[in-house]
């Protein structure tokens, strides 16, 4: 059986949902999907004042478990069109697995979030990409056959790049049906070539 992990970082619980989306996805093809979350770098005090969503369910991720999958779909808050520090802390950790090469030729994807239709979401989703190929990974996007992406009838999120949602300055934003559609037929997408590329 595929075996997928979903890993993300989420301030206000936006990437939360768009990762229990990607993981139903994953789950449609047969594949054993478990979602795991990066730690924390903001002390509690401070994410309480601002208002972090503290109560998900996910357990926290270890580098050491990473091999451990076939594909590997992240899913992190854009920061001035970048990952989010927590998330590329946790990549920072990974040497040990780049000098083996221990996850060439698994299947890598991201997902992301910005407050803003211009926040960065293509940037920090192709700068995540450069990250996986260093790991020697095989890239996977969010094709244009999710016809969800195109047109421009509603303010909605998705790129070829990954999945993608917009929060709102205030977080008050959440994931539209077609975002958590994309992250579901990301998550198809990327299980299915896992299953492939294994098989």
């Known amino acids: 059986m595929t075996k997928v992990l979903v890993l993300y970082y989420s301030s206000w619980g936006h990437v939360e949902k768009m990762a229990e989306a990607v993981a139903e996805g994953a789950r449609e093809t047969g594949a054993e999907v478990t979602i795991k979350r ?8 401070v994410a309480r004042q601002s208002h972090y969503k503290l109560d998900q ?16 779909i992240f899913g992190t808050p854009t920061r001035y069109g970048n990952m989010a520090a927590q998330m590329k802390q946790f990549i920072d950790q990974t040497g040990g697995l780049w000098a083996k090469g221990a996850l060439v030729g698994k299947v890598g994807s991201a997902f992301t979030s910005t407050a803003s239709q211009h926040g960065g979401q293509e940037t920090t989703l192709t700068s995540f990409h450069t990250v996986l190929l260093h790991h020697g990974m095989v890239v996977v996007g969010l094709p244009y056959a999710f016809q969800g992406q195109m047109g421009v009838d509603e303010v909605k999120g998705g790129s070829p790049y990954g999945a993608t949602t917009l929060a709102d300055g205030d977080g008050s934003r959440q994931p ?15 299980a299915g070539i896992a299953a492939k590329l294994a098989g």
């Open 176 to 190: 539209s049906a077609t975002d958590l559609a994309g992250a579901r037929f990301q998550g198809r997408h990327v």
């Open 57 to 72: 369910a996910a357990p926290i991720a270890t580098v050491d478990e990473l091999p451990g999958y076939d594909a590997i």
């Open 38 to 45: 990066v730690p924390e770098l903001v002390p509690e005090e």
